[in-house]
């Protein structure tokens, strides 16, 4: 019955924005912490972003940190991933997904994810 849906993928050209979205259901949504990663046809599935349970603690990948920004609200039960300045290199299907936590901390490995969204694809032309 868990299910996270993404939203606001797309099509945009070099320097512009998107913000994605991933709504939750099923599950007690601050009780988890969130992640987005993103996969290439014939690479491994790529950490992106990272959340704490209580949204105060955040985490980048080094290539999109200064141009990324994750953030949740818990009382909508979305978890968000704003993007600006995209490069032709962000393209991929980005994947929302959330992890039971003991701590209020993120998580970087996608083992460690219980659920996952199916994806939403983001191309950035040059």
């Known amino acids: 019955q868990v299910q996270l849906v993404e939203s606001g993928g797309g099509l945009v050209q070099a320097g512009g924005s998107l913000r994605l979205s991933c709504a939750a259901s099923?599950?007690?949504?601050?009780?988890?912490?969130m992640g987005w990663f993103r996969q290439t046809p014939g690479k491994e599935r790529e950490f992106v972003a990272g959340?704490?349970?209580?949204?105060?603690?955040?985490h980048y990948v080094s290539s999109v940190k200064d141009r990324f920004t994750i953030s949740r609200d818990n009382t909508r039960n979305t978890v968000y991933l704003q993007m600006v300045s995209l490069k032709p290199e962000d393209t991929a299907v980005y994947y929302c997904?959330?992890?039971?936590?003991?701590?209020?901390?993120?998580?970087?490995?996608?083992?460690?994810?219980?659920?996952w969204g199916q994806g939403t694809q983001v191309t950035v032309s040059s």
């Open positions: 997904a959330a992890a039971n936590t003991k701590l209020d901390a993120i998580v970087r490995h996608s083992s460690e994810y219980d659920f």
């Open positions: 959340i704490s349970r209580s949204g105060g603690i955040t």
């Open positions: 099923g599950l007690t949504f601050s009780r988890y912490s």
